[in-house]
């Protein structure tokens, strides 16, 4: 079994700077791709951010230039900096992580979520 504890977000006003990090403990053999998901009240859960084991990025439209997605494979674990928020940011953030075990099956899972406010 794996566990993700996320921590960070917070209340934090228009063109602040809040972080998110989530670690990933338990039966791992090994980490693959991180992400950061976010929800917002009355929507759908988005993707925010991605990265793959060797560093690749992949962001939504709506946050490039603005966050970025980092990890450290020998913590696994995985951060989201996230610079010039905005109200419309306000969500709860969920991290996921997919690990694969020794024997090459890939599994997800999804941390507790974050709730982060950005207040106009």
């Known amino acids: 079994q794996v566990q993700l504890v996320e921590s960070g977000g917070g209340l934090v006003q228009a063109g602040g700077s809040l972080s998110l990090s989530c670690a990933a403990s338990g039966s791992i053999f090994r980490v693959d791709t991180m992400a950061w998901y976010r929800q917002a009240p009355g929507k759908q859960r988005e993707l925010v951010a991605n990265?793959?084991?060797?560093?690749?990025?992949n962001y939504a439209d709506s946050v490039k230039g603005r966050f970025t997605i980092s990890r450290d494979n020998a913590k696994n674990t995985v951060y989201l900096q996230m610079n010039s928020l905005k109200p419309e940011d306000t969500a709860v953030y969920y991290c996921?992580?997919?690990?694969?075990?020794?024997?090459?099956?890939?599994?997800?899972?999804w941390g507790q979520g974050t709730q982060v406010t950005v207040s106009s």
């Open positions: 996921s992580v997919a690990t694969m075990t020794i024997m090459g099956r890939i599994d997800d899972y």
């Open positions: 990265i793959g084991r060797g560093g690749s990025t």
